[in-house]
């Protein structure tokens, strides 16, 4: 009988799975305050701040391995451990998280949820490298391969960065963290189409001088018809 080759349908829907806990933890993280009043709602804004970040962080992850995983149709070894690296970075984000807002973004908390994301970033990099060298020319082209392994890399120095100056400014550190996560909002580079083309790719229509040009040229003909007929 011949081996049959592993599809990604199975390999997607655990990690969609995992996406899932993965936020049902940061919920059941947040906390009500003790006194039904406004004003209790003030000291927990490092903790709404830290969730909403780290929310919009992990919709953007799944968002890209989504967009990936359309590009793979073999679910590989390799694929395989490389997504299950991923989703393990990914799922110390709600720890990461919880002690910021717990310390109202603190320097050390501040340093290690940049670490993480540091860290979700390079298995992004492996995942992304992995998904993007089965797809074809036609899906992907060169100059949006270029683009996409470029933002990757300046999102992942940002991230570095964000570690390393949050030990002094934690505030800034949090601020690049931020700008980093922003990068991603969209699952192809900027300037480039659905479907992998270049906006600057030239289009197959039809000029309309060179529209008009045919319909006079019709017209022309149907009165030579019509004077030789008479003649």
């Not at 929310?55 to 070894?77: K, P, Q």
């Not at 000029?207 to 003649?231: C, N």
Request: proline content about 6%; aromatic content about 10%.
């Amino acid at each position: 009988m011949p081996k049959q080759r592993g599809t990604t349908e199975r390999l997607a829907v655990f990690s969609d799975g995992v996406f899932a806990v993965i936020i049902t933890i940061m919920v059941l993280d947040l906390r009500p305050p003790e006194h039904p009043t406004f004003a209790a709602l003030l000291p927990l804004w490092p903790t709404a701040l830290s969730y909403v970040v780290s929310y919009l962080f992990i919709a953007i992850v799944w968002t890209n391995h989504h967009h990936l995983m359309r590009f793979t149709d073999e679910s590989t070894g390799r694929l395989v451990w490389i997504n299950f690296a991923h989703l393990f970075m990914v799922s110390l984000v709600p720890f990461a998280t919880a002690w910021v807002a717990s310390t109202h973004i603190a320097a050390v908390p501040v340093f290690v949820y940049a670490a993480v994301f540091v860290l979700v970033e390079l298995a992004y990099l492996q995942f992304e490298h992995h998904a993007v060298a089965q797809a074809v020319v036609e899906e992907i082209s060169p100059r949006t391969r270029r683009l996409a392994k470029m933002r990757s890399l300046v999102a992942f120095g940002l991230f570095l960065t964000a570690m390393f100056v949050s030990l002094k400014f934690p505030q800034l550190g949090f601020g690049l963290v931020c700008c980093a996560v922003l990068l991603h909002l969209r699952p192809e580079p900027s300037g480039i189409r659905r479907n992998g083309a270049d906006n600057t790719a030239p289009q197959n229509k039809v000029p309309a001088r060179q529209g008009k040009d045919s319909t006079t040229g019709s017209k022309q003909f149907i009165r030579k018809l019509e004077t030789s007929s008479r003649g």
